[in-house]
T-cell receptor, first 113, second 113 residues
Framework: SAVISQKPSRDICQRGTSLTIQCQVD?????MFWYRQQPGQSLTLIAT?????????ESGFVIDKFPISRPNLTFSTLTVSNMSPEDSSIYLC??????????FGPGTRLTVL | GNSVTQMEGPVTLSEEAFLTINCTYT??????LFWYVQYPGEGLQLLLK?????DKGSNKGFEATYRKETTSFHLEKGSVQVSDSAVYFC????????????FGTGTKLQVIP
């Protein structure tokens, strides 16, 4: 299994600013993913973070709004750009090691004022 | 496409009551099925999983059986505790941790003493 940490755990930001969320895995993993959980909602996949290449975005999410980096096999960042109150959510990182399972980080709770 | 439907909450039970949370899915082929739990203020934890028809996943007194004929994966526990209060998500993936996970909308369980 993999243990995942995220920073920051929570933040309150002003509209129009950007926030970068970091995700660290305690072992090398092939795939990393970023999800959004809006208040009272389920999880929605934003993108798959590919090591050494551009992230693969799901329908409705674009790189300009959610740029993602994956510099190595244990680390990824998600930036929420030009934030608005609608971006207030929990953002979760997950990692897959090839087993039938994904491991999730504790999440970053973002509030945009 | 893949989808997961689970019963709406919140579900309120007294301690030691029997719990059932219904989950049905739509997917091609033979997906892997999961139950995740999210305790208040925390990230997602894998509760149990099943990877093929008739498999029974179990953990912490919770059980779910992969029923391909009814495309269901209902979560059960014989005697709930206050500490089981959380949001429960049914989910599926096409197979292998590399595949994205499709989540249901979540069911909030509140157990009262």
């Amino acid at each position: 299994s993999a243990v995942i940490s995220q920073k920051p755990s929570r933040d309150i930001c002003q509209r129009g600013t950007s926030l970068t969320i970091q995700c660290q895995v305690d072992s090398q993993v092939t795939m990393m993913f970023w999800y959004r959980q809006q208040p009272g909602q389920s999880l929605t996949l934003i993108a798959t973070a590919n090591q050494g290449s551009e992230a693969t975005y799901e329908s409705g999410f674009v790189i300009d709004k959610f740029p993602i980096s994956r510099p190595n096999l244990t680390f990824s960042t998600l930036t929420v750009s030009n934030m608005s109150p609608e971006d207030s959510s929990i953002y979760l990182c997950s990692a897959a090691d090839g087993s039938n399972e994904q491991f999730f980080g504790p999440g970053t709770r973002l509030t945009v004022l | 496409g893949n989808s997961v439907t689970q019963m709406e909450g919140p579900v309120t039970l007294s301690e030691e009551a029997f719990l059932t949370i219904n989950c049905t899915y739509t997917a091609t082929g033979y997906p892997s099925l999961f139950w995740y739990v999210q305790y208040p203020g925390e990230g997602l934890q894998l509760l149990l999983k099943a990877t093929k028809a008739d498999d029974k996943g179990s953990n912490k007194g919770f059980e779910a059986t992969y029923r391909k004929e009814t495309t269901s994966f209902h979560l059960e526990k014989g005697s709930v505790q206050v500490s089981d209060s959380a949001v429960y998500f049914c989910a599926l993936s096409r197979g292998g941790g590399y595949q994205k996970v499709t989540f249901g909308t979540g069911t909030k369980l509140q157990v009262i003493p």
